[in-house]
């Protein structure tokens, strides 16, 4: 089984920084995709931004320009570098790893917080 721990959120103000990661442990696939899904109050999760073990990445449109997804593969880590950071941006960030294949299956990590005030 895989476990994931997030840190990195917190509150900031429009226009600041926030910088995410996401460490994996336990029987990791050499062959995934991780990413960071976020949910605002009241919405759906969404994904945010997530990467091949390859280094391919896929941004949603609201965060392009400004979010950077990267990871490193010794460490089973998974980075969002998140810049000019907006009030919509608020939400509870989630890592993911995800497995495809004949069996496909996903792990969430629990979520951290990120507060954009205006």
């Known amino acids: 089984q895989v476990q994931l721990v997030e840190s990195g959120g917190g509150l900031v103000q429009a226009g600041g920084s926030l910088r995410l990661s996401c460490a994996a442990s336990?029987?990791?696939?050499?062959?995934?995709?991780m990413g960071w899904y976020r949910q605002a109050p009241g919405k759906q999760r969404e994904l945010v931004a997530d990467?091949?073990?390859?280094?391919?990445?896929n941004y949603v449109d609201s965060v392009k320009g400004r979010f950077t997804i990267s990871r490193d593969n010794a460490k089973n880590e998974v980075y969002l570098q998140m810049n000019s950071l907006k009030p919509e941006d608020t939400a509870v960030y989630y890592c993911?790893?995800?497995?495809?294949?004949?069996?496909?299956?996903?792990?969430w990590g629990q979520g951290t917080q990120v507060t954009v005030s205006s």
């Open positions: 993911q790893y995800y497995v495809a294949g004949y069996a496909p299956y996903a792990i």
């Open positions: 990467i091949t073990s390859g280094g391919s990445t």
């Open positions: 336990g029987s990791i696939f050499s062959s995934n995709v």
